[in-house]
């Protein structure tokens, strides 16, 4: 399980997140909605350390770390913690100098030094799951955006991360190639994958997180199932955000 407490994130004199306490359990799906700038991306990149909290402290199983501005991170508990998670980023991000098997390989042999045969079995197994198998010797240039994406997802789940983040991955598709990326991450659900995804695609959200967390201003604004909260929202500013999206 994940778990984020007090954490606060500033750019210079910009508080872009607010105390900011959260415990997201294993196996489910959250997903950070809001408007733009609301914090949501530093959010989701605080998880991993590709931002560093100024304040708070971070769980992802058992790995734990807490900050302070005057607290520099080793390179060695930044990546025992960043090894726990999986990241899929909206633009896809994938090596664009290795086939589709080998961008899902690349970490599992560079990073884990398993044995390539080992790593190739293990990549053919993400492929299949993500529908790609079928193009595991493509270069991605070759790929639609959402099979890039299916590629990516693969990727991430290579070596078998606690959680999966997402950062508006269907953001960069069309509606038809989004919808074969839900389709996906919904299966990943269904298997318990535990995941946080920052999203505006409303429709990602009620078909795949069982927890939305509403966020503006760095504020975690309204919390609550994806039914209660696109339904029936409570706070002001929820009300207006969802209005302006239907
Ligand atoms: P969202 O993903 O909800 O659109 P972000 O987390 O990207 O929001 O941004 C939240 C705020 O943090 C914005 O005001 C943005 O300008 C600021 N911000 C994000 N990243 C940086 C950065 N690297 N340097 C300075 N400000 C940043
Ligand atoms: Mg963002």
């Given at each position: 399980m994940i778990e984020l407490t007090h954490i606060e994130k500033r750019f210079g004199d910009n508080i872009v997140l607010r105390d900011i306490s959260v415990l997201l359990p294993e196996s489910t799906v959250t997903a950070?909605?809001?408007?733009?700038?609301?914090?949501?991306?530093?959010?989701?990149?605080?998880?991993?350390l590709l931002e560093t909290p100024t304040f708070g402290k971070i769980r992802v199983g058992s790995e734990e770390i807490e900050l302070t501005p005057d607290r520099k991170l080793g390179w060695k508990s930044i990546q025992s913690l960043r090894r726990q998670t999986g990241m899929v980023f909206?633009?896809?991000?994938?090596?664009p100098h290795r086939t589709a098997i080998g961008?899902?390989?690349?970490g599992l042999v560079?990073?884990?030094?398993?044995?390539?045969?080992k790593a190739r079995k293990r990549a053919i197994e993400l492929?299949?799951?993500?529908?790609?198998?079928?193009?595991?010797?493509?270069?991605?240039?070759?790929l639609s955006g959402g099979q890039?994406?299916?590629v990516a997802i693969a990727r991430?789940?290579?070596?078998?991360?606690?959680?999966?983040?997402?950062?508006?991955?269907?953001?960069?598709?069309?509606?038809?190639?989004a919808e074969e990326v839900v389709d996906v991450l919904s299966q990943l659900a269904r298997e318990n994958t535990t995941m946080v995804m920052a999203t505006h695609d409303?429709?990602?959200?009620?078909?795949?997180?069982?927890?939305?967390?509403?966020?503006?201003?760095?504020?975690?604004?309204e919390s609550g199932e994806p039914r209660e909260i696109f339904a029936s929202p409570q706070q002001e500013r929820t009300k207006k955000f969802i209005a302006s999206l239907s």
């Amino acid at each position: 399980m994940i778990e984020l407490t007090h954490i606060e994130k500033r750019f210079g004199d910009n508080i872009v997140l607010r105390d900011i306490s959260v415990l997201l359990p294993e196996s489910t799906v959250t997903a950070l909605v809001g408007p733009s700038g609301g914090g949501k991306s530093t959010l989701l990149r605080c998880i991993n350390l590709l931002e560093t909290p100024t304040f708070g402290k971070i769980r992802v199983g058992s790995e734990e770390i807490e900050l302070t501005p005057d607290r520099k991170l080793g390179w060695k508990s930044i990546q025992s913690l960043r090894r726990q998670t999986g990241m899929v980023f909206q633009s896809f991000q994938l090596f664009p100098h290795r086939t589709a098997i080998g961008n899902v390989m690349e970490g599992l042999v560079t990073v884990l030094k398993w044995p390539a045969d080992k790593a190739r079995k293990r990549a053919i197994e993400l492929l299949e799951k993500v529908g790609m198998a079928h193009k595991a010797d493509a270069w991605p240039a070759t790929l639609s955006g959402g099979q890039q994406q299916r590629v990516a997802i693969a990727r991430a789940l290579a070596p078998s991360p606690r959680v999966l983040l997402c950062d508006e991955p269907t953001s960069a598709l069309d509606p038809e190639l989004a919808e074969e990326v839900v389709d996906v991450l919904s299966q990943l659900a269904r298997e318990n994958t535990t995941m946080v995804m920052a999203t505006h695609d409303l429709r990602l959200a009620s078909r795949v997180a069982n927890k939305v967390l509403f966020l503006d201003g760095g504020l975690i604004v309204e919390s609550g199932e994806p039914r209660e909260i696109f339904a029936s929202p409570q706070q002001e500013r929820t009300k207006k955000f969802i209005a302006s999206l239907s």
